[in-house]
């Protein structure tokens, strides 16, 4: 399967600013998923959005979802130095996804202080 | 969610040996999934773990390389076998945290904290 593309590849901003990071996929979903990895270690499950959901909440975290276009949007508000990590979205596809997730090539955010 | 680990949490091998992977959850789970990320990149899809039956292998990979066993609703195992210096990655196990008829296509992946293999 292809993987989708995120950008920007690499991010830096200053703690208390606003970090936007974008997803493009290219089949039809069931869902969208954001994960968190610090340093090469685990993924964290950030936030799920379905195919038929537009934008979705989860405190500082704000996910934007365009099926036509076939993206996403991750904005994470407020951050903070413990923000610092890659930031990957994974998309389960339709039909016959089987809950599969084909990643996207990630996003390295770094907050400083 | 649920709660996943993964024996070894990492190793360095000597090539043309193999390794094999734990992968345990706290609860039954119908669909285990590995995953391979090698240094830089993202994750890639290597195989379905299948209760009672032959995992299924994503395109590029096959068996013979990866044999894979789920005994269980809570248990699987990944082995890299005759290891090259390409092998070098981190291998993760994830789940989608339900098992039998409460699966629907939207279920959040939990993943492992991962295996960290150097192939010398």
């Known amino acids: 399967s292809q993987q989708g593309e995120e950008d920007p590849q690499a991010l830096s901003i200053q703690e208390g600013e606003n970090a936007t990071m974008n997803c493009s996929y290219k089949t039809s979903i069931n869902n969208l998923q954001w994960y968190r990895q610090n340093s090469g270690r685990g993924l964290v499950h950030l936030i799920l959005?379905?195919?038929?959901?537009r934008e979705k909440h989860s405190g500082r975290l704000r996910v934007t979802l365009d099926t036509s276009k076939k993206s996403s949007s991750l904005l994470i508000t407020a951050s903070r130095a413990a923000d610092t990590a890659s930031y990957f979205c994974?998309?389960?596809?339709?039909?016959?996804?089987?809950?599969?997730?084909?990643f996207g090539t990630g996003t390295q955010l770094k907050v400083e202080l | 969610s649920a709660v996943i680990s993964q024996k070894p949490s990492r190793d360095i091998c000597q090539r043309g040996t193999s390794l094999t992977i734990q992968c345990q959850v706290d609860?039954?789970?119908?669909?285990m999934f590995w995953y391979r990320q090698q240094p830089g990149q993202s994750l890639t899809l290597i195989a379905t773990?299948?209760?009672?039956?032959?995992?299924?292998?994503e395109s590029g990979f096959v068996i013979d390389k990866f044999p894979i066993s789920r005994p269980n609703l809570t248990f699987s195992t990944l082995t890299v076998s005759n290891m090259s210096p390409e092998d070098s990655s981190i291998y993760l196990c994830?789940?989608?945290?339900?098992?039998?008829?409460?699966?629907?296509?939207?279920?959040?992946?939990?993943f492992g904290p991962g295996t960290r293999l150097l192939v010398l």
């Open positions: 994974a998309t389960d596809e339709h039909p016959g996804g089987g809950n599969k997730l084909t």
């Open positions: 959005i379905r195919s038929n959901e």
């Open positions: 994830s789940v989608d945290g339900l098992a039998g008829a409460l699966r629907t296509n939207q279920e959040t992946q939990y």
């Open positions: 609860s039954q789970v119908t669909m």
């Open positions: 773990a299948n209760q009672g039956s032959e995992a299924t292998y």
